[in-house]
């Protein structure tokens, strides 16, 4: 079999250059089959330290950047009643953390628009599928310095697996992927807990401090 691969660059912080760019995709490839929102990038500082600039350009790439990725590629998707849109956000789309506030609001976002999506496709009757994907830490480098104080239950999980497990998900339609599995039964008492309870808990299981020695991608792993 003959597969053939093209690539093209953006800034998806600047989404007259999303429009632009998926105007030439679809007039050199046509429709678009599969979506998949991974950019992401993270500030790692408590809001007071966060510089303007960085937390303006967090919510631009990690939430605006969706919207009109989906306004470009969706047109077609629900003319042909076929497609896929993966969402990656983070738990930090479920839950807060602290050091996160820019990132968390921003996957919130990210959450808030796979939700809707969602909800909108199911209205219509369209058979558009959708992923959202939440994990916690990833060993890519974005997060290096955060740490887990329960490394059994909220591994910092290797990037091989976590593809593994998104792939699963999006050949199976699966709508929902959190990652890893204990973070099931977390969001589960996040949803049933009150506030205070739940600041005790993310200090028991330490995500409270997980970004204190939070340093960020050093350099590009390969
Ligand atoms: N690494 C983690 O611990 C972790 C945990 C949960 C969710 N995520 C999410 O997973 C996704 C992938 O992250 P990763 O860990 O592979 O990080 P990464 O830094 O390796 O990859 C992020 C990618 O986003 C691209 N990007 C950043 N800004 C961009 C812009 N303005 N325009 C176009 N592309 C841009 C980068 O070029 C890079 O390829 C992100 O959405 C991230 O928020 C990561």
Redesign the pocket.
Known sequence: MHFEAKAYT????DYKEINRTADLVKKDIGKVDILIN?????TGKKLLQCPDELMIKTVA??TNALFFTAKNFLPAMLESNKGHIVT?????GKCGVAGLVDYCAS?HGAVGFNDSLASELYSLKKDVKTTVVC????N????DGAVTKWPTLLPIME?EYVVDCIMEAVLTDRAFLALPKFSYIFMALAGLLPTEVISLYGDHFGITHSMDHFKG?QSRKA
């Open positions: 953006v800034d998806l912080s991974n950019a992401g990038i993270v790439v990690n990656i956000a983070s738990m930090a996957k994990p916690i830490y990833i890519t480098g974005m997060f990037p991608r």
